[in-house]
């Protein structure tokens, strides 16, 4: 008793300490804003790519998600008694993601109930941006995924009687399991294939990635291990079946591998926050990606992969508590 | 024990079906309640089915509660409901075989219905006949209507129909996602929402007019 008492005094006569959560460091530029402004610029180069390969198809959709979601954050933050906080542009970059995400052949519904599930179900349901556990363009892509998988599947894709030449074949990935024909290299890396709208060219995908990790707007860690994971996991695959011609390079250029890795997989609200956790979150994502590829029903399994890890990234986040300077802290039990 | 004091039987019958409904105001019951609310048909069936469980169950425990030892009582409570679940298992079998078969196992988990027992420990155990029947006409009525405001949005949108009979236009895309569990979990999520939503501006009006 008589030692609590004297903790007690001790503790009262201590020097008024303000305590707050961080962070304590603010740099005026570094806003959301900002941040949200470098993934539109870094997703030019994709856009354009888009628009040049499925002209109107593309135009139709990004016009139409973007719009749809930012609606959608105005109408909600309103029933909650908020401002509106369109000018942060975080919905905008949720439109633009959704929307390279969806086949461009997909009708009008997909993407007006993709954008209100994505940004209600994905982000306002848990307190709007910061507090989402899911990335929202993911959550609204796997909602219209489910809903209307008819015009999601691997076949809704083809359209033989459209103008637009891309349309008219399989997408990659879907003719390699379907007929096993596999697609040249250089194609899967220009972008002049089917696919969804922004997953086609891996050069648009790596060019606006650059200039995403050079801003620091994304954290290299993540696209680093979603490279270095499923790379490793297609060299296992291609030396247990020699002589395949869906080498890991395609692997590595062909579906929505690289838009994942640098612009759905960065989204810094869903992912870890330590740089370690970050790179373990990348790998998780890879070899995700690969097994669902390899072994899964669908073609491609970005999405899926993506939605997986975030679940995790609490536990990640936990596991890779950095070391204070000076030594773990002793715990008195 | 009996008679003191307590809610009159028509207060016990106003409560259970909006002030303490089963399903938005205690979340009991939550399994019939995610598992067949795809159609309406299936989801007032178990309505129905659950409301003569509850009915029966709240009258027999209420006539025998001068025997209950507290020590069993539990054990008891679940004898009853399991025989008055046994008979509805039976009856659905004979007459509405379809129906059975859609409604599968969850006819049988009436039975552990956490419902149908804090019906019987709160109120039956407790009080009269008269006032343990009207509260298990209130509460079922309440579990109706839950029943019928989650399965009413998940068929009209998956299937473009209620009771079967299709009413939205041809032309209108189903969304399957409503059809499939995660539909469940979600309208009933944003569902619960609303009505704690409405609670409060009611609470938040009230406190203002005092």
Redesign the interface.
Known sequence: MAEAEAKKTESQSRPALEVAPGPHVHHGALTTRRMMLDVIIALAPVLLVSVAVFRLYALKQIVLCVACCVAAEAVFDLMRHRRPKIDNLSAVVTGLILALSLPGTAPWYVAVVGSAAGIGLGKVVFGGLGHNIFNPAMVGRAFVMICFASAMGATAYQDETSAVHAVTQATPLTQLEQTGETTELWRLFVGNTNGSLGETSALACLLGGLYLLIRRSAAWQIPAGVLLATGALAVVQNAMNPGADWTAAHHLLGGALLFGAFYIATDPVSSPLTPMGRFIFGLGIGALVMLLRVFGGYPEGVMFAVLLMNSVTPLINRWTIPRPVGGPVERKT | MANDGGPTAGERFIRGIIPENPVYRQLLGMCPTLAVTGNLQAAMTMAGATAFVLFCANVLTSLIRGLLKPHLRILVFTLVIATFVTIVDRILQAYLYQMSQQLGPYVPLIIVNCMIISRCEICASKQSVFRAASDAVGVSLGFALALASIAAPRELLGDGALFGFAVMPEAM?Q????L?P?GAF?TL??LL?GANWIGQSLNRRKAATE
Do not use: A
């Open positions: 895309p969304w399957v996602i409503m499939l995660p979600i999520g944003l929402g």
